[in-house]
């Protein structure tokens, strides 16, 4: 993939988490993997409304040096923690979207509740401890919490979620919030009734093998 093509993507991705209402203004980032040692990463503190193309900024994620006059998002190390530790993710999106945030906010890790959480997300969704935004121990716990998983909640912050592709990490997002929502709600009405840890298990697996892009690989 060329870069221009990854930076249109992201900035595409970017704005679509605007419309969808998972971000407003300038808050969450997004970033795109365009190859083994470099990613597209959203810029520090811009509108998503207001960016350009021109604006998305490559990154070296292992160095962290970048091309261009646009500063990278302020937690561009954890993109790069993730991308240097899952070979598999090619694409992070991290929101402060409502539902998300409320579950993170309550320290609140998700049993497997629906069946799409589960084959998308993963047999859980692990909440972080509290930690410093754009520091080494956050970047730890968010790579810590997506072992096995697709999606993780940052504790008094928001959420991250990834894919191999951009829209598999977008679809991520939209589960997460529709999980945390039907979570909120169930346990309002009595507590949620989970789904056997067995069978959650097999219907990641499943997704995995038979309907994600890994699949493919």
Known sequence: MKSGEAKDMVLEAGKRLVKEGLVTRSWGNV?????????????????????????????????????????????????????????????????????ATTVAVAGKEI???????????????????YAQSNSNELSNQVVAGLEGRNAVLIANHGAVCVGCTMDEAFVAAQILEKTCRVFIGATLLGGAK???SEEAERLHNEYLNDYSLRSEE
């Not at 970033?31 to 990613?39: A, E, F, V």
């Not at 160095?63 to 070979?87: D, L, Q, W």
């Not at 049993?111 to 401890?129: H, K």
């Open 194 to 196: 989970q789904i056997a």
């Open 111 to 129: 049993p497997p509740v629906v069946d799409d959480q589960a084959q998308i997300l993963g047999p859980s969704v692990r909440v972080t401890t």
């Open 31 to 99: 970033s795109l993997r365009l190859d083994n040692r470099w990613m597209v990463v959203t810029p520090s503190g811009k509108k998503y409304e207001e960016l350009l193309p021109e604006q998305m900024v490559l990154v070296d994620y292992f160095t962290m040096e970048y091309e261009g006059v646009f500063k990278p998002t302020s937690e561009a190390g954890m993109h790069a923690a993730i991308y240097r530790s899952r070979a598999d993710v090619n694409a992070v999106i991290h929101t402060h979207q409502v539902f």
